[in-house]
């Protein structure tokens, strides 16, 4: 079945056809439990230095929040680094996914904090409940599901008044990326990763959804732009995958260097100058309920 982008009312693209619900989710499940036999995803481990930067995140959006710790809830925990972090932190922090398969391998005593299934149906009794939170995470989330709009719509329901919500996406779409197409360094729409990516943000569309469901963009960042390897044939890993983990060491040492030798605040400078600029492999945005 081949497939198709479609532009939405509020500028993003999505993937038609859409996979039902079931169809996702039994992807999802052979995906995390049927195709490993057993093994863990995360078995491939990581470097001291690779640990250390993912705790850049929180501590990003620590700075970004700037106020005494609150309730905290990150919607798709995955490992739980940030969900950790932010424990130690002394906020009240619970968090949701699909499985807890990373969270085992690396947080495992982070079972009690953590809800198991479906987001939206585990948002709805939130929701129900009468539960808000101060901060609200959800990283790398919104491209996944098949109704991204009323995922953003779920998550202003829960945030409290003056709380803040920190949505992370891939870049995709960029003129970076067209670039590297035009000048003919990878496969046109080399981007579309269907079906884990069902919806395409890139750095203007994005702030152009969330406005359009009630938020206010206080802080549009964009992370350190990996894409630019693509335009060197000789750190294309495109062409050449395995090319790509040197990149991402490469990646990951110029901001851990940035933020040991500068400072936090200038690593938050860099990425809001990437933002301003349309690149960065991801992009963050810090909104607020309007």
Request: hydrophobic fraction near 40%; glycine fraction near 10%; include cysteine.
């Amino acid at each position: 079945m081949s497939l198709k982008l479609v532009e939405r009312p509020e500028g993003y693209y999505e993937i038609e056809p859409r996979p039902t619900p079931d169809e996702l989710a039994a992807y999802y499940r052979d995906k995390y439990f049927g195709a490993t036999d057993g093994r863990t995803p995360y078995a491939h481990g990581y470097t001291a230095e690779e640990l250390e930067h993912k705790l850049l995140q929180p501590a990003e959006t620590e700075l970004v929040w700037g106020r005494a710790p609150g309730r905290m809830l990150e919607v798709g925990v995955g490992e739980g680094f940030t969900l950790d972090y932010f424990l130690k932190r002394g906020w009240q922090a619970k968090g949701l996914d699909f499985t807890d398969d990373g969270v085992r391998e690396f947080h495992p005593h982070l079972a009690e904090h953590l809800m198991l299934g479906d987001a939206f149906a585990l948002l709805d009794e939130e929701i129900a409940k009468g539960e808000v939170y101060d901060l609200v995470i959800c990283n790398n989330v919104l491209e996944h599901v098949i109704d991204p709009m009323g995922l953003l719509q779920r998550l202003r329901a829960i945030v409290a008044p003056g709380g803040l919500l920190r949505v992370a996406v891939p870049n995709d779409g960029s003129w970076l990326q067209d670039q590297i197409v035009g000048r003919g360094l990878a496969d046109p729409q080399f981007w579309i990763a269907a079906p884990d990516h069902l919806n395409y943000f890139n750095t203007d569309t994005l702030p152009r959804a969330l406005a359009a469901h009630g938020w206010e963009v206080v802080e549009h960042l964009g992370e350190f732009p990996i894409d630019i390897f693509l335009l060197n044939p000789d750190t294309g890993y495109m062409r050449d995958r395995s090319k790509g983990r040197n990149c991402h060491f490469t990646r990951v040492a110029f901001e851990m260097g940035l933020w040991r030798e500068r400072s936090l605040e200038a690593v938050v400078e860099f990425r809001r100058g990437c933002a301003r600029a349309g690149v960065g492999r991801n992009q963050t945005a810090y909104a607020r309920p309007v």
